[in-house]
């Protein structure tokens, strides 16, 4: 993309301006080097926990701006997908999943369509992600089943 004139911004410029640090990469998502990786053993743990002194001493390792994604390692790391409708509210239970859980949520769309790019330059860093780095998933499977790129069979599904 190129600059018009000085009134314009390329979307890179306007990602780096908008979120410093990340950049569009080759397969058109946006990412950072220094995303933060957590163990999902860890987190449940802390979900789990009553010890508010526990909580004040991991929270800043779980929750923040920065988008975090899970190691995908953990022994108790299942992946949870939802199946919505489109323009049912599902962004906005990503929103929250995100808050609640600090974990980036991942989605089946393909990052060639406007709406999903938007999505993903609106915070959304897992926009196009179905692997183990985001642990809630949203698909419009069946709806829209030409966009999955595949999952596997351990998946717990809830439909809103």
Request: net charge positive; charged share 25%.
């Amino acid at each position: 993309m190129t600059r018009i004139d000085e009134n314009w911004f390329t979307f890179q410029e306007t990602l780096q301006k908008k979120f410093p640090g990340y950049k569009l990469g080759s397969d058109h998502l946006i990412s950072n080097v220094s995303d933060i990786t957590i163990d999902m053993d860890e987190l449940l743990a802390l979900f789990r926990s009553k010890d508010i002194g526990y909580y004040n001493q991991v929270k800043d390792k779980f929750f923040g701006k920065q988008s975090r994604y899970t190691t995908g390692k953990a022994a108790e790391q299942s992946s949870i997908m939802y199946a919505t409708y489109p323009r049912s509210g599902n962004s906005l239970m990503r929103k929250y999943f995100e808050n609640i859980t600090g974990i980036a949520t991942g989605s089946d769309m393909v990052m060639k369509h406007g709406p999903n790019v938007a999505l993903q330059h609106c915070g959304f860093k897992g926009e196009g992600m179905m692997d183990d780095r985001c642990w809630i998933k949203k698909s419009h499977y069946p709806l829209r089943f030409h966009f999955m790129k595949g999952f596997d069979s351990e998946i717990a599904v809830i439909c809103t």
